[in-house]
């Protein structure tokens, strides 16, 4: 009897043992890879969703978007091996982009990536994205970009943005998810809500179910140069250069002024004169003189 109880009590154990062993593989390597299902804030949510400044290659067919920051190194990468997929199956990415704020007194931004940010969310340009992300981040410079520091309007626009990650943060929270980037928000087949905080590639795989996108696809053909063809705004590759038109040889004539390219020769049926030569230059336009009106000069 006593030996029958010892050995009901090992089996006890190791069928514990193998039970929570099994719980820990599913939910290690399957169920925390899983989106969550929104059922509340929902419309909050889309409310946020659709007043923010996202940027898209186009398409117009299921949105999908795609939430975070220019060194995320699994945000290039979705963008990179998941955005060809998920274009196939007919689906625009919507990306949205943001500085992040101060930490413990440390910045984790640079001062071009704020104004990087601020002109996305003023123009919504697509192209301007994907120079920017194209370029390593050390050589980008944002040079022709007007500064968002010290600039009250464009750096409203920079808190714009982390007010909207953080509100939208919040709002997700209530479902169980906790924020990582980037941030990819949803709609499933029957209309449902679905979020994943996809910074781990074996996230990706659901997405791809969800809205029936190929697991593989072709890859596309490098440009001349070896380089990948820069995505424009329909969601093509860029366009090629037409090549030059061959001009006719002029020779021209003792005395007179050259004829310009396609202009038919003096002399020649269909020859029109030329115009005649201003005898002196015209006088420079003289500078706006400014005036006063109120507490601002206009010119």
Do not use: H
């Amino acid at each position: 009897m006593r030996r029958f109880f010892v050995w009901s009590a090992l089996a006890a154990v190791i069928g514990l043992a193998l039970a929570g062993g099994g719980y820990w593989a599913y939910w290690n390597f399957y169920a925390r890879f899983q989106p969550v299902t929104v059922t509340r804030n929902q419309v909050e949510i889309q409310r946020l969703l659709d007043e923010s400044s996202w940027i898209s290659a186009g398409g117009g067919g299921q949105a999908l978007y795609v939430i975070g920051y220019r060194d995320s190194a699994a945000m290039q990468r979705f963008e990179r091996e998941e955005g060809p997929k998920l274009r196939a199956a007919g689906v625009e990415m919507r990306i949205l982009v943001f500085a992040r704020g101060d930490r413990e007194g440390l910045q984790q931004s640079t001062a071009a990536e704020r104004a990087t940010v601020a002109e996305l969310w003023l123009t919504r340009d697509w192209v301007l994205y994907q120079r920017w992300t194209a370029t390593p981040v050390n050589n980008w410079t944002a040079a022709g970009i007007p500064s968002a520091d010290g600039n009250l309007a464009r750096g409203a626009v920079v808190d714009a943005g982390r007010d909207f990650v953080g509100q939208l943060s919040r709002n997700l929270s209530e479902a169980g998810l906790q924020t990582r980037y980037p941030l990819i928000i949803w709609r499933d087949r029957e209309g449902f809500m679905k979020a994943c905080a996809c910074s781990d590639a074996r996230s990706w795989a659901f997405i791809r179910d969800d809205l029936d996108a190929p697991d593989r696809i072709a890859p596309v053909a490098p440009a001349a140069d070896g380089q990948a063809p820069l995505p424009y705004p329909d969601g093509g590759p860029a366009p090629q250069s037409l090549p030059y038109p061959t001009l006719p040889q002029v020779t021209p004539v003792p005395g007179q002024p050259p004829a310009q390219p396609g202009a038919a020769q003096p002399g020649t049926p269909g020859a029109t004169p030329a115009p005649a030569r201003p005898t002196q230059a015209p006088a420079p336009r003289k500078a706006p003189e400014p005036r006063q009106q109120e507490d601002t000069t206009f010119y």
